[in-house]
């Protein structure tokens, strides 16, 4: 479990429900069916259309990954990682780490290294790799795009329901009875737009966004380690270059 996200979605809904109670008038007063209907139902239907329907499955496992933290070594770990590989291969030769690699948890450092024990040649393996990591770069690009649109359509429609309150409003200020309603859709719907695009669909773009820039940056370091590996670099080559990626602190 990700803390900082489940904190930050705590926090954010916890405060507006604080705000709510304090402020006496009961949740009841901020349910509003056809605000629901245009806000909840016109992002969903915005959404559909711009995004294709393989898209729009996995949306739901994106989601857990902003819950989940990164599953991947953390830079100095996968640093360290490498250099042992590097040190075992140099002095047992490759094919004595085939079945530890083979047990490796991390599928794309399992991938990467299991191009080493097949032979491949550094500039071949870099290749390879870097188009699997675009891939899947461009899979985790549009996972974002769509919390994206989530977040911008559903402020849209928000200021669409209150468009469409506003003009019931003054289209029946003769009829009192008719006023409360058509306000109460111009109000919610502006208020179900900010918390959809603020407290959900902002806070899991973002997060998603920080954890794709770290696993693309463990990838990357992995496919330079394994491609240098692969080219007969000494360990002390390997061990400052890699080291080089991390803060002074770190190293």
């Not at 770990?77 to 530890?100: D, P, R, T, W």
């Not at 390879?128 to 899979?139: D, G, Q, S, T, Y």
Request: no cysteine; net charge negative.
């Amino acid at each position: 479990m990700d803390k900082t996200t489940a904190g930050g979605f705590a926090g954010v809904w916890g405060l507006v429900a604080l705000a709510i109670v304090l402020g006496g008038a009961g949740f009841g007063a901020y349910i509003d069916i056809p605000s629901v209907i245009i806000v909840f139902g016109g992002t969903a239907a915005v959404t559909a259309g711009q995004y294709e329907g393989a898209d729009l499955k996995r949306f739901g496992k994106a989601i857990g990954v902003a819950f989940n933290e990164v599953k991947v070594e953390s830079v100095p770990e996968l640093i360290e990682k490498i250099i042992y590989y590097s040190a075992e291969i140099k002095k047992n030769g490759v094919m004595s780490m085939e079945q530890k690699i083979m047990d490796e948890k991390n599928p794309f450092f399992k991938e990467a290294f299991a191009l080493l024990v097949d032979n491949v040649k550094p500039e071949v393996l870099t290749e390879l790799m870097e188009i699997k990591l675009e891939h899947m770069e461009n899979r985790h690009k549009t996972m974002t795009a769509i919390l994206g649109s989530i977040g911008g359509s559903a402020g849209a429609m928000g200021m669409i329901g209150t468009l469409i309150g506003l003009v019931a409003m003054l289209a029946n200020l003769s009829d009192p009875s008719a006023v409360g309603p058509a306000m109460a859709v111009a109000l919610l719907t502006t208020l179900y737009g900010a918390l959809i695009g603020t407290g959900f669909a902002g806070i899991l773009e973002n997060k998603l966004g920080e954890k794709n820039a770290v696993e693309m940056v463990a990838h990357q370091i992995t496919i330079q380690g394994a491609a240098m590996i692969a080219a007969g670099e000494s360990i002390g080559n390997i061990k400052m270059k890699l080291n080089s990626i991390l803060p002074p602190e770190q190293e």
